[in-house]
C-alpha cells in the first residue's frame, strides 16, 4: 500500500503541470463548451450552454468560466467544479468576445449587433456602463494593470482603446482590414491587432500610439486571401505571440522583438482563437472546420494530437 | 478682382488645416421599375432593390468615417420608366459628385457611362450582369460590383462538377436575358466538362400559378415541358422570373432544379449568415425592414470600397482613390469569406458566388480543386487572357 501511494505520487509529480490541466472549447454550432482533459489529452465531457457560443474568460479566482452565447444575448456562468450552468449575465445584445478586468468585478462585453462594449457587473449582474465603438465590435484585451481596455470593430477597421475607469475612449486607430483579435503585450506597452482579410497583425505602443511594426504571413502554396489571422495569444514572457491564421490552418509563432515569424505549425481546419498551458509549454487552438482542438508540443516544436471536441469549436480557454 | 482672389486663397489655405469633417457624396442613380408580379404568396415586394444597399454603405463609411474626420452622403436620382440617364448625370456632376452607383440596366448604363461630364466620373454597375459590358462594351470610366453572368454560370457549374451532377437539361426562358444566361451556361458547361444533354426552350405562356386550381395545369404542362431523356439537373434560364419555379417537384423525371430558381447562383443572398454575415443582414433588415437581395449587395458593395478607398488613403481625393480601387492592393471585406478586389482588365469585383436554396445557403464557389494561377476567384467569369476588352 504504501508503495503504491509513493509511486502514486511519483507520477504525479513526474507528470508536472500538465496533468492538472484541463482545456475548455466553446462549440459554437453545438451549443456546448467541451472538457478535455491536458493529461490524457482526451475529451471528458461537454457542458450544454446557451446558443452560439464563442468568447470564453476564466473568473479571477479560475473557480468560474463565463462563456458569451450570442444567440441568447447574455452570457453564461459556469461552475468549474460541478461542470453545469449555475447562472447567467446580461451582456447587451449578441456578445461575442469579452475580457474579465483584472479587478474581478466587471466584463468589458463587444456587442457586435449594436456598435457598443457594455460593462458588466458581475456580483448584481447588471449592465452598468456602454460605450460606443464602431461597427461590429469583436475583439477585446485588457491591460494587465487594468488601466485600458482595446475593442477592434470589423467593419470599421479600428481598434478602440478606452479608459477602464472613466469609460471614455482614449484613442482610435486605424488597423487593416476586418480586425479580430486584440492583445496587450504582458507588459501593457504594446497593442496587438489581427486583421481577418489582409491576414496581418498591426503593433501599436500603447502611449503614444504610433505604429511600430507590421508583421506579414507568408504561408507556402497558400494564396493571399487564404491567410487570414484571427486569434492571438501571447506568451507570460512578453518573448512570443501565436496567432491563428484561420483558412491557411496554421498557427503562427512569432518572436515578439523581431516580429519574424519563427515557425508555422500546421493544425486542423481554420483555427479560430489559441490558448497557451500555465507553464507555457503547450500550445492548443480550436480548429473551426475540422472540429477538433490541436495540441502543440512548443519544446519539441510539433503538433502531438488533434481531439475532436464538436461542431464549429471557436474560443479555447486552459484552467486548473 | 484682387478680392475674390484672395478670398479663394484662404478657402484653399483653410481646407486642409480646418478641424471640420470633409464630406464626400456619392452618387446612385436608380430606374422606376413595374415591381414583377410576386409568384408565389411568401416574395417580398420590393420597390426600393438596391437603393436600400446604397445607403446602408453610406452608413458604414460614416462607421469608419467619423473617426477619421470623414463624411459620406448619397445623392440620389431615380429615372422614370423610359427617361434617359443624360440629365440625371449632369446634375450629378453638377454637385460635384466624381461616385456614381448605377443601379441601372445595360442599355441604360451605357447611355449613362457615355454621357458628356460621364468622362471626369467613375460608375459601379450594381445591377447589369451582361458579359458585354464587362467585354466589348467595357469602358475606362466603368467598374461592376454585381457578378456577370459568366460568373453566375461559372460558380454554379463548379458546384455541379464538385457534385458529379454533369449532365444538364437546359430549360431556356424566352427573353434576351435569359438568351444571355444561357450561353453563359453553356460556356461553363464547356468549360468545366459537363454535358448539356438536352437544350430547350421554354415555349409555353407565362402561367399564373396562383389562380385557384393553378397547380393543375401546372401539374399537367411542365411534366410535359420535361418529357425528355435522361439527365442530373434541370438548369432553368429565366431571369424574369416568369416560370422557372413552378418546375420544380413537377418534372417528369424526379431531378433537382437549379440556375435562376431552384438551387440559385448569386453574388448575395438573404440565406447567407457565414463569414460574419448576420450583422450586415441585421443592420439591412432593420433599415429597410425587409430581407437584403443582390443587388442591395451590389450597391453595397460599391459605395464601400469608396469608403474602404478613402479610409486607406486616409483622403477623400477622388482621383487618388480611383486609382487605389484599381490598384492591386484594394482589399475589400464582403462577409463572404475572402477580400474583394477589382479585375484590372476589366473592371469587375472578383467574388466568390453563393449557392443558395430557399431558406439555406448550400455552397459557395470557387469549389475545392478548381485552381488558378493567381488567385482561385478568377476561375469565375471571364479571365485575363479570354478578356476582349480593350481601354
Not at chain 1, 503541470?17 to 482545456?23: C, G, R, S, V
Not at chain 1, 482533459?37 to 470564453?56: F, H, Q, Y
Not at chain 2, 484672395?6 to 483653410?14: D, G, K, Q, T
Not at chain 2, 464538385?162 to 424566352?174: A, D, E, H, N, S
Request: with cysteine; glycine share 8%.
Amino acid at each position: 500500500m504504501q508503495v503504491l501511494i509513493a509511486i502514486l505520487l511519483s507520477m504525479s509529480i513526474v507528470a508536472g503541470p500538465a496533468a492538472a490541466e484541463t482545456i475548455y472549447v466553446s462549440n459554437e454550432q453545438d451549443n456546448t463548451v467541451a472538457v478535455v482533459d491536458g493529461a490524457s489529452m482526451s475529451l471528458s465531457t461537454t457542458i450544454n450552454v446557451g446558443r452560439r457560443p464563442r468568447g470564453m474568460a476564466p473568473s479571477v479566482d479560475k473557480k468560474l468560466l463565463f462563456v458569451a452565447v450570442g444567440d441568447d444575448n447574455r452570457i453564461d456562468v459556469v461552475d468549474l467544479a460541478k461542470r453545469q450552468v449555475i447562472g447567467q449575465l446580461p451582456s447587451g445584445a449578441d456578445p461575442e468576445f469579452f475580457v474579465v478586468h483584472p479587478d474581478g468585478k466587471r466584463l468589458f462585453v463587444a456587442n457586435e449587433n449594436d456598435n457598443l462594449v457594455s460593462v458588466v457587473d458581475i456580483a448584481s449582474a447588471k449592465v452598468i456602463g456602454a460605450v460606443d465603438v464602431g461597427v461590429e465590435p469583436e475583439g477585446m484585451a485588457v491591460s494587465a494593470d487594468g488601466r485600458y481596455v482595446a475593442c477592434t470593430s470589423e467593419t470599421t477597421s479600428m481598434v478602440h482603446l478606452m479608459d477602464a475607469g472613466t469609460l471614455e475612449l482614449v484613442d482610435n486607430l486605424l488597423v487593416d482590414t476586418r480586425p479580430r483579435a486584440v492583445a496587450f503585450s504582458p507588459d501593457g506597452k504594446q497593442l496587438w491587432v489581427s486583421s481577418e482579410i489582409r491576414g496581418t497583425v498591426t503593433v501599436f505602443d500603447t502611449t503614444s500610439r504610433a505604429e511600430t511594426g507590421k508583421i506579414e504571413f507568408e504561408v507556402p502554396g497558400i494564396r493571399r486571401e487564404g491567410v487570414q489571422a484571427v486569434g492571438i495569444e501571447m506568451a507570460r514572457d512578453g518573448a512570443t505571440a501565436y496567432v491563428a491564421l484561420g483558412p491557411a490552418n496554421r498557427v503562427a509563432e512569432v518572436d515578439t522583438k523581431t516580429l519574424a515569424v519563427r515557425r508555422l505549425y500546421l493544425v486542423g481546419q481554420r483555427p479560430w482563437h489559441v490558448a497557451l498551458s500555465d507553464d507555457q509549454k503547450r500550445l492548443v487552438s480550436a480548429n473551426g472546420n475540422s472540429g477538433d482542438i490541436s495540441f502543440i508540443d512548443l519544446e519539441n516544436e510539433e503538433v502531438v494530437k488533434s481531439v475532436p471536441v464538436g461542431r464549429g469549436p471557436w474560443g479555447v480557454v486552459i484552467g486548473p | 478682382m484682387k478680392l475674390a482672389l484672395s478670398i479663394l486663397l484662404l478657402l484653399l489655405v483653410a481646407a486642409p488645416g480646418s478641424a471640420a469633417p470633409r464630406t464626400m457624396v456619392i452618387g446612385y442613380i436608380g430606374q422606376t421599375r413595374m415591381p414583377p408580379l410576386p409568384l408565389g404568396p411568401l416574395d417580398q415586394p420590393v420597390s426600393d432593390d438596391g437603393l436600400q444597399g446604397a445607403r446602408l454603405g453610406i452608413a458604414d463609411d460614416d462607421g469608419t468615417g467619423r473617426f477619421l474626420g470623414q463624411n459620406f452622403k448619397l445623392e440620389e436620382r431615380v429615372l422614370k420608366p423610359g427617361e434617359a440617364p443624360k440629365d440625371a448625370i449632369a446634375s450629378l456632376a453638377a454637385t460635384g459628385v466624381t461616385f456614381v452607383v448605377a443601379d441601372l440596366d445595360a442599355a441604360t448604363l451605357s447611355q449613362a457611362v457615355a454621357a458628356p461630364v460621364a468622362d471626369k466620373m467613375l460608375f459601379f454597375n450594381s445591377r447589369a450582369p451582361d458579359d458585354a459590358l464587362r467585354q466589348q462594351d467595357c469602358r475606362k470610366n466603368l467598374l461592376h460590383t454585381v457578378p456577370s453572368r459568366a460568373m453566375l454560370a461559372d460558380g454554379l457549374a463548379q458546384y455541379f462538377v464538385w457534385k458529379r451532377w454533369q449532365r444538364w437539361f437546359l430549360l431556356v426562358g424566352p427573353h434576351p436575358a435569359d438568351q444571355a444566361m444561357a450561353a453563359a451556361l453553356r460556356r461553363s458547361a464547356a468549360r468545366f466538362g459537363a454535358e448539356i444533354v438536352v437544350d430547350k426552350p421554354w415555349t409555353f405562356r407565362p402561367a399564373n400559378g396562383r389562380a385557384d386550381t393553378g397547380h393543375v395545369t401546372l401539374q399537367t404542362e411542365i411534366p410535359a415541358a420535361t418529357q425528355v431523356g435522361d439527365y442530373d439537373v434541370l438548369v432553368v434560364a429565366d431571369e424574369a422570373d416568369e416560370f422557372g419555379a413552378y418546375v420544380e417537384g413537377r418534372t417528369a423525371l424526379p431531378r433537382p432544379v437549379a440556375g435562376t430558381q431552384g438551387l440559385v447562383a448569386s453574388g448575395w443572398s438573404a440565406v447567407n449568415e457565414e463569414w460574419g454575415a448576420t450583422q450586415l443582414q441585421d443592420r439591412f433588415r432593420k433599415q429597410a425592414k425587409r430581407w437584403m437581395t443582390a443587388y442591395d449587395y451590389a450597391a453595397w458593395l460599391a459605395v464601400r470600397s469608396i469608403g474602404e478607398a478613402a479610409t486607406r488613403l486616409r483622403s477623400l481625393d477622388p482621383a487618388a482613390i480611383t486609382a487605389y480601387l484599381r490598384s492591386g492592393d484594394f482589399l475589400l471585406a464582403g462577409f463572404k469569406g475572402q477580400g474583394l478586389s477589382f479585375r484590372t482588365w476589366d473592371g469587375q469585383m472578383r467574388q466568390p458566388i453563393l449557392i443558395s436554396g430557399p431558406r439555406l445557403l448550400v455552397s459557395s464557389s470557387p469549389q475545392p480543386g478548381f485552381l488558378h494561377q493567381r488567385t482561385p476567384l478568377d476561375t469565375l467569369g471571364i479571365d485575363l487572357e479570354e478578356s476582349a476588352c480593350r481601354f
